[in-house]
């Protein structure tokens, strides 16, 4: 699958455009990953679901374009790419910092979005102590940033998922270790920064999925099953042995469930106002 190049800001951002039919899916790859990640998605979606994957700034083959790039930005460069897709509407599905991301866009263009998930991400911002550490991981980067990434990726799976996944995990370290050292510290520095999204839950009336893994140490199941509490129209998918990266530890059931939840965006609104499910176009609800 060739790659689309969008110039934003005089730069390359770099996305792909999949597939047939009305249901449009976006896809947004986590932290010092890329659209690749997201490839047998894509061959799966494709017959059914038009599916767009991007690649964030200064991730993959998309040039940085400032020395932070903030959660809002990177939204605003989502949806320029849309835009040049001639995208009005879409499920959007983030991973990690790409669900900072969809929290960001799903915020600013409301309008454009049928539903939205965080696969193994959430919308509250960083702690003190939480934005010490990323701070601290900025000056590892620019100091040894090769070392920092060998060591980061693994860390990202289960003790299980490292020994039947280490051909995937070493292709992740060798798309991290193409990024440049200050776009690495610009996305830490973007999730330093950035603000919290709870109002989102609470407000939105579009339908939210919720997908965590119940070894992940970064997103303790108290915070994800907190936050699922908030929509008026939640789905939640929970992973047993799985640990940040349920797209490639539980692929199968992670592909299955995304799916099956595009699916349903587009086919039922969520109960707004305790006024029961309003059907569109006719299609019965699943």
């Given amino acids: 699958m060739e790659h689309k190049i969008l110039y934003y800001q005089n730069k390359k951002i770099?996305?792909?455009?999949?597939?047939?039919?009305?249901?449009?899916?976006?896809?947004?790859?986590?932290?010092?990953?890329?659209?690749?990640?997201?490839?047998?998605?894509?061959?799966?979606?494709?017959?059914?679901?038009?599916?767009?994957?991007?690649?964030?700034?200064?991730?993959?083959?998309s040039d940085s374009l400032q020395d932070?790039?903030?959660?809002?930005l990177m939204a605003d460069v989502v949806k320029a790419v849309l835009d040049d897709a001639h995208v009005e509407k879409c499920?959007?599905?983030?991973?990690?910092?790409?669900?900072?991301?969809?929290?960001?866009?799903?915020?600013?263009?409301?309008?454009?979005i049928n539903g939205f998930g965080f696969l193994h991400s959430h919308v509250l911002k960083d702690d003190e102590e939480a934005k010490?550490?990323?701070?601290?991981?900025?000056?590892?980067?620019?100091?040894?940033?090769?070392?920092?990434?060998?060591?980061?990726?693994?860390?990202?799976?289960?003790?299980?998922?490292?020994?039947?996944?280490?051909?995937?995990?070493?292709n992740l370290q060798d798309v991290a270790l193409e990024m440049k050292s200050e776009s690495v510290v610009a996305a830490q520095m973007g999730m330093a920064e950035r603000e919290s999204k709870v109002d989102l839950l609470l407000k939105t009336d579009e339908p939210v999925l919720f997908i965590y893994g119940k070894k992940d140490s970064r997103i303790p199941l108290e915070l994800a099953m907190s936050q699922a509490m908030l929509p008026k129209h939640s789905e939640i998918l929970l992973l047993d042995n799985v640990a940040h990266m349920g797209h490639l530890e539980a692929r199968e059931i992670v592909k299955f469930r995304i799916k099956s939840f595009v699916e349903g965006c587009y086919k039922i609104k969520?109960?707004?106002?305790?006024?029961?499910?309003?059907?569109?176009?006719?299609?019965?609800?699943?």
């Fill in 14 to 61: 770099h996305y792909q455009d999949e597939g047939n039919g009305n249901h449009v899916l976006v896809l947004l790859h986590g932290f010092m990953n890329s659209l690749e990640v997201w490839s047998s998605f894509v061959y799966s979606y494709m017959r059914e679901t038009r599916v767009i994957a991007i690649d964030l700034p200064g991730h993959g083959k």
């Fill in 68 to 72: 932070v790039h903030s959660m809002e």
């Fill in 91 to 112: 499920v959007m599905i983030g991973h990690s910092m790409g669900g900072y991301v969809t929290a960001a866009f799903s915020e600013k263009y409301p309008l454009m």
């Fill in 132 to 170: 010490k550490n990323r701070y601290r991981a900025c000056e590892v980067v620019r100091n040894n940033r090769t070392g920092y990434i060998i060591n980061f990726i693994p860390n990202l799976f289960s003790e299980k998922a490292k020994n039947y996944l280490q051909r995937e995990i070493e």
């Fill in 270 to 286: 969520p109960v707004i106002n305790n006024i029961p499910f309003e059907i569109r176009r006719g299609d019965n609800p699943l």
